[in-house]
T-cell receptor
Framework: QKEVEQNSGPLSVPEGAIASLNCTYSDRGSQSFFWYRQYSGKSPELIMSIYSNGDKEDGRFTAQLNKASQYVSLLIRDSQPSDSATYLCAVNVNGNKLVFGAGTILRVKS | DAGVIQSPRHEVTEMGQEVTLRCKPISGHNSLFWYRQTMMRGLELLIYFNNNVPIDDSGMPEDRFSAKMPNASFSTLKIQPSEPRDSAVYFC???????????????FGPGTRLTVT
């Protein structure tokens, strides 16, 4: 079992819709969870971090964490074509480093 | 503030040559990470440093790879000798704090695209 799993996609949503990206992880001791956005040919850019169960909102982005289910998600409201990118879920394992999922490709169609 | 700086941005070299990648972390950040990204394997952690000390190098693929951090503002990743399978994008990232039991957000540099022919 991979440590961090994501659906590779592509996930296609129409402009203005809500995009929902999901991630599961295997290490129950993980305490820190991150979402990165990576445009083609660019480096990963941190867009959200979450440490406690529940929801965390920042602008059009909402991160959701459920440690009991070992599940973290990212919702993007009012999706724009500029949101089209690969979204990487990252989880700390062994307390001291991040493991990244393979990423979900999001395509927002205008 | 300047972000993480990496050089060179692109490197093309022949098999068997030595390659040195350079990284300057964000000022004040205590932890530095080297990653490699390929289509097949995704983003892999190679090694990370806390306060200039290597903490975990279990991701370094083999003895041909080495990394140093002589001071808080500079790190190198060296491949000697290079092989075609080393072709990838190498990212450096830094984080404001480190140490056992703590982990904070990591900020990535622009990467070095390495091609070994």
């Amino acid at each position: 079992q991979k440590e961090v799993e994501q659906n590779s996609g592509p996930l296609s949503v129409p402009e203005g819709a809500i995009a929902s990206l999901n991630c599961t992880y295997s290490d129950r001791g993980s305490q820190s969870f991150f979402w990165y956005r990576q445009y083609s040919g660019k480096s990963p850019e941190l867009i959200m971090s979450i440490y406690s169960n529940g929801d965390k909102e920042d602008g059009r982005f909402t991160a959701q964490l459920n440690k009991a289910s070992q599940y973290v998600s990212l919702l993007i409201r009012d999706s724009q074509p500029s949101d089209s990118a690969t979204y990487l879920c990252a989880v700390n394992v062994n307390g001291n480093k991040l493991v990244f999922g393979a990423g979900t490709i999001l395509r927002v169609k205008s | 503030d300047a972000g993480v700086i990496q050089s060179p941005r692109h490197e093309v070299t022949e098999m068997g040559q030595e390659v040195t990648l350079r990284c300057k972390p964000i000022s004040g950040h205590n932890s530095l990470f080297w990653y490699r990204q390929t289509m097949m394997r995704g983003l892999e952690l190679l090694i990370y440093f806390n306060n200039n000390v290597p903490i975990d190098d279990s991701g370094m693929p083999e003895d041909r790879f080495s990394a140093k951090m002589p001071n808080a503002s500079f790190s190198t990743l060296k491949i000697q000798p290079s092989e075609p399978r080393d072709s990838a994008v190498y990212f450096c990232a830094s984080s404001p704090k480190g140490g056992a039991g703590t982990l904070y957000e990591q900020y990535f540099g622009p990467g070095t695209r390495l091609t070994v022919t």
